[in-house]
Nanobody, 124 residues
Framework: QVQLVESGGGLVQAGGSLRLSCAAS????????KGWFRQAPGKEREFVAAISRRGIVTRYADSVKGRFTVSRDNTKNTMFLQMVSLKPEDTAVYYC?????????????????WGQGTQVTVSS
């Protein structure tokens, strides 16, 4: 079992930056593929970024490439999402997720555990 808690969301102006954290507890954090997803009002949950178990392989949605960076510190059971050059269309609730799979996936169905989410609002 893995419990995930996101933090770091907030209100920021367009062009600003935020750093999200995902703190995990449970026995499988260091062996789990991790991902970030987001869901805007009235829209389906969409993939943002994912990172392999050791942090060597990363994967990003086209909409965030070059602006977002996913990383993890297995010694602290924490994953991060550094977001720069934020746009109003990045406004959403951001969720972290954990998967027992082998490689970073962009599919919600591949993830077994989810956090409660943290709100990110980007004003124009």
């Amino acid at each position: 079992q893995v419990q995930l808690v996101e933090s770091g969301g907030g209100l920021v102006q367009a062009g600003g930056s935020l750093r999200l954290s995902c703190a995990a507890s449970g026995r499988t954090f260091s062996t789990s593929v991790k991902g970030w997803f987001r869901q805007a009002p009235g829209k389906e949950r969409e993939f943002v970024a994912a990172i392999s178990r050791r942090g060597i392989v990363t994967r990003y949605a086209d909409s965030v490439k070059g602006r977002f960076t996913v990383s993890r510190d297995n010694t602290k059971n924490t994953m991060f999402l550094q977001m720069v050059s934020l746009k109003p269309e990045d406004t959403a609730v951001y969720y972290c997720a954990a998967s027992g799979g082998v490689s970073p996936s962009d599919k919600t169905n591949d993830y077994d555990y989810w956090g409660q989410g943290t709100q990110v609002t980007v004003s124009s």
